[in-house]
């Protein structure tokens, strides 16, 4: 029998002045929770995947687990620690099969890019979906013993996020999906807006 296969989001509860606080910089704080909340949603129920994969939404903080999650999503907490920390605990606690997990802020994001991962990770022991600013919107693992955590003095929320994680793992066989943007400042938004 074949091991299950899982989508994981990381997302934060949708509350105002507690997500997207560099975009409110730019665009102020309801604003910035409306995309959030409205992406989140819209991103869960895009990702669903037809019963191809097992959904799992990571939430932050742990007890914020009842939201505007669609009900196809499981939802288990993050728990404490930098990113890399808790995208470990994901890898390591998560039933069999190989897990693929992506940001919430990705707006065009969508089931054939989690279908893509899923392939490439027949040949692969991992697979990123890298960002235009250094960091990677999507992280996909096999799953067989690693040698080294891939997550070790990763720089996060730096330009130097994939790049490290990849030194990490040097002796793995890794594929890449195309870039995608993630939203994080007003710019971004425009951006995204205008479809460049």
């Known amino acids: ?23 409110a910089r730019d665009v102020g704080a309801l604003a910035a929770w409306r995309f959030y909340r409205h992406g989140l949603v819209a ?9 191809r994969w097992r959904c799992w939404l990571a939430v932050t903080p742990d007890r914020a687990l009842r939201g505007p999650w669609p009900a ?20 390591q606690g998560l039933p069999p099969g190989p897990v693929v997990i992506v940001g919430s802020d990705i707006p065009d994001l969508g089931p054939a890019h989690i279908a893509r991962a899923f ?18 919107w999507l992280i996909g693992a096999r799953r067989r013993p690693a040698r080294r955590d891939p997550f070790a003095g990763v720089r996060w929320s730096s330009p130097h996020a994939l790049s490290d994680t990849l030194a990490n793992l ?5 594929a890449f999906l195309e870039e995608l943007q993630d939203v994080d400042t007003g710019a971004d938004l425009r951006r995204w807006r205008q479809g460049t």
């Open 1 to 23: 029998m074949r091991s299950a296969r899982h989508v994981v989001i990381m997302a934060r509860a949708p509350r105002l002045g507690a997500v997207k606080r560099r975009l």
């Open 43 to 51: 991103l869960a129920r895009r990702l669903r995947g037809g019963g």
């Open 72 to 91: 196809a999503w499981q939802v288990i907490p993050q728990g404490r620690g930098d990113l890399g920390a808790r995208m470990g605990r994901l890898f």
């Open 119 to 136: 392939a490439l990770l027949g040949d692969h022991d991992w697979v990123f979906g890298p960002a235009g600013d250094g960091g990677y």
């Open 170 to 174: 040097s002796l793995a066989r890794v």
